[in-house]
């Protein structure tokens, strides 16, 4: 990459710090939690959401930001489950910024609890840019293999919490959970793990209990 | 994006077509076929390339390049099975350029049929940078969702070949290979599409003759 290139890169990424910041703060003054979904493609984070939803309801209310480069598919497929979704498509751009986020956050409701944002499906990109978000969750499905933490090591390093997904697959792949886990605590000390199955259901109540006991923290702190 | 990021985003792709350019005559003209291969990470570029070393050899010679972003372990699993390889690990970079392909070629022995790029576990930027080859196949996992080529286009409609990866797991999945190779073929019309199992073998003849005819293609051309 040549000097301009750089040095253009850093201007963008202080820009979105400070958007980022604005973003956090309000959110905090809100009282809503924001959580920023991290992946591949084909990760399930979309699933995830639809499992999470079905956690959450009628004792917190959920709202959902969906970045993609093309198509309104995740939105509609929230908004199916009667969730509040926005669809951001960047129109080719590999990751979600702060301004995206922030021209989006107006028209979420006052009493939402939750703020689920599923970035594109990028493993490296998206690590790059804070969205204003409290808690960053990378997820790693089983079929992709438990070496990649060490080869993406920065959407690792970043995260609060790794989300092992798609493990009713475990049987049929060349997939060590524990493996995975310890390469990516390897990168990250402190990283939360769990160890999920959306479709199935396993391990989602103590996903769902994570969340709810940081949303605790998050109004404890600013009560 | 700021109008300075696209400016310097345009002049890269610039500089990196010019290099692409001269790589791709250099190949040429040393009878080499090139193939780069793009994928989310996870959905088995490298151990499609064990797979194809095994119908390939004593028949043409393989070389392969790897980009990662860090460790040396595709390398090591390709040199494993006996075929020269070089790992580039690009320390952050989301993508390889065609200036780091050229950094490689002098090594490349002059009695190689087949050049194989694995790029870095990304279906998005890669897309947007050519290295020279002859022809690009992008990979899509069976796990990953047959949701996915409208989601990420310009992968498919950059390739000349789709590769349905890990069909062994249909039968665990919602994935409708057929739905999948649909809207990949809406993106880019006469994209070839190969359905496989690299870990059991199912499609790999079929594959590796199309690679093997566009070599004799290759060779007829510069003859």
Known sequence: MSTKTIL??????????????????GLRGRGILAVNLLSSPGSGKTTLLEALVDRLKGRHRMAVIEGDIETERDAERIRAKGIPAWQITTGGACHLEARMIGKVLG????DVDFLFIENV???????????????????LSSPEGDDKPAKY????????CLILTK???????????????????SIKSGLRVFTVSALR???MDELAAFFIEALGRLRSAGA
């Open 153 to 160: 090591p920065q959407a690792f390093l970043s995260a609060d």
């Open 107 to 110: 028209d979420v409701p006052a």
């Open 8 to 25: 253009v890169q850093a201007d963008l990424l202080a820009t979105n710090k400070q958007a980022a910041a604005a973003i956090r703060q």
């Open 167 to 185: 493990t009713d697959l475990v049987p049929y792949l060349p997939f060590d959970p524990a493996k995975a886990a310890a390469e990516a605590l």
């Open 201 to 203: 259901g396993d391990g």
């Open 121 to 139: 499906g990028n493993l490296v990109c998206p690590a790059s840019f804070d969205l204003g978000e409290e808690l960053r969750c990378v997820l």
